[in-house]
């Protein structure tokens, strides 16, 4: 089954503490985003990456920063986290041009900041 | 303002009833997609769809590229039909998508 995979699936951190979400696909898909979800608004984007080492701010970015070493793997850090990033985050993953519904999702991360 | 707006932000339909999901863009259109999220899951696409009509069992959606609009018919609800559903816009390179806020779909026996 081609997938993308998330972890941890839930995780709860004090404020100030550093936060790593991890994500892998194993598509070879070149584009890789993250996104976080809030009641009301939709899902938006933090970061996309468009292959290793070539990362690219989305919308909401601040908080946040990004790395991707290798195709497959693409990571979310939370320098020094506050409690307003208590969101889901949603990694996802396709392949250009995007068509035909080939962008895939994880299931999410639930991260509570307390 | 938000790009993309839904409507309604919920819905309840009694088993059997049907169901029209409306997205509308504030920008220029250049493609769309319709997602399934289920309660506490992840997302799935249910349709790609530039332009026109498209139908997949019980879901038909149609998108008006020069009305920046799309709609998504949902006949004969079930309840497993419960759940999410969020429409996106493509931005022109095809890569990004804007989301909106999401209808809330609840389908009781």
């Known amino acids: 089954d081609m997938k993308v995979t998330q972890m941890p699936r839930y995780l709860i951190k004090r404020m100030g503490e550093n936060v790593l979400l991890e994500c892998g696909q194993d598509?070879?898909?070149?584009?890789m985003y993250w996104y976080r979800q809030d009641p009301g608004l939709g899902l938006q984007l933090i970061y996309i990456?468009?292959?290793?080492?070539?990362?690219s701010e989305g919308d909401i970015p601040k908080g946040y920063r990004v790395s991707r070493k290798k195709r497959e793997h693409f990571s979310l850090i939370l320098d020094s986290a506050k409690t307003n990033q208590t969101s889901v985050y949603f990694c996802?993953?396709?392949?250009?041009?995007?068509?035909?519904?080939?962008?895939?999702f994880g299931s999410g991360t639930r991260l509570l900041v307390i | 303002g938000q790009q993309v707006q839904q409507s309604p932000t919920s819905l309840v339909l009694q088993e059997g009833e049907n169901a029209e999901l409306q997205c509308n863009f504030s920008?220029?259109?250049?493609?769309m997609q319709w997602f399934y999220q289920r309660p506490g899951g992840s997302l799935v696409s249910v349709f790609y769809?530039?332009?026109g009509t498209k139908q997949s069992g019980r879901l038909t959606s149609t998108t008006v590229i020069k009305e920046r609009r799309s709609s998504l018919h949902i006949s004969s609800s079930q309840i497993t039909d419960s759940g999410t559903y969020l429409c996106?816009?493509?931005?022109?390179?095809?890569?990004?998508?804007?989301f909106g806020g999401g209808t809330r779909l609840t389908v009781r026996p």
């Open positions: 996106a816009r493509l931005n022109n390179a095809g890569a990004k998508l804007t």
């Open positions: 996802a993953s396709s392949s250009p041009p995007t068509s035909n519904s080939d962008y895939t």
């Open positions: 769809n530039p332009s």
């Open positions: 598509m070879s898909h070149e584009t």
């Open positions: 920008t220029s259109l250049n493609s």
């Open positions: 990456s468009y292959d290793v080492d070539s990362n």
